[in-house]
């Protein structure tokens, strides 16, 4: 009877990290069209980032139109600061989107890898 010092099951755990990473997929920022006064974002984006014409940036969470000013929370730590910009001073909004060619190339990128563990868990005691 030959017993095995690392039976085959083991490769499972060692793929793990290599699912997270790719399930999580990419995100890119896409750039979104400066609302008009009284205008809504359209989809309503959780989370986006604003370029003011000074060249300083935000990044506001839970973003509205509120008359003439675009109103959102910056977070610092655990404690969120309402912040109320004037929609004439922002140069670029931007929003984060799934990116399906960046998910694609790290799936293909680490598949590579994964093959690699699982070949290595799959060896004799001596590895």
């Not at 099951?9 to 069209?33: D, F, K, N, R, V």
């Not at 006064?37 to 014409?53: E, K, L, M, N, W």
């Not at 000013?69 to 912040?83: D, E, H, M, P, W």
Request: proline content about 8%; glycine content about 6%; overall charge positive.
């Amino acid at each position: 009877m030959v017993s095995r010092a690392r039976p085959r099951q083991y490769w499972l755990p060692s793929l793990i990290p290599w699912l997270l990473i790719s399930l999580s997929g990419c995100l890119t920022w896409a750039t979104l069209p400066t609302p008009a006064p009284g205008q809504q974002f359209q989809g309503a984006p959780d989370r986006i980032d604003v370029v003011r014409t000074n060249g300083s940036s935000l990044t506001l969470d839970n973003p509205s139109v509120v008359g003439d000013s675009l109103v959102g929370y910056v977070q610092k730590g655990r404690q969120a600061t309402r912040v109320a910009l004037l929609l004439s001073d922002l140069q670029l909004v931007e929003t984060e989107e799934f990116s399906t060619p960046r998910t694609i190339a790290l799936v293909l990128w680490l598949a590579p890898v994964a093959i690699y563990f699982w070949w290595l868990s799959s060896q004799g005691k001596n590895y």
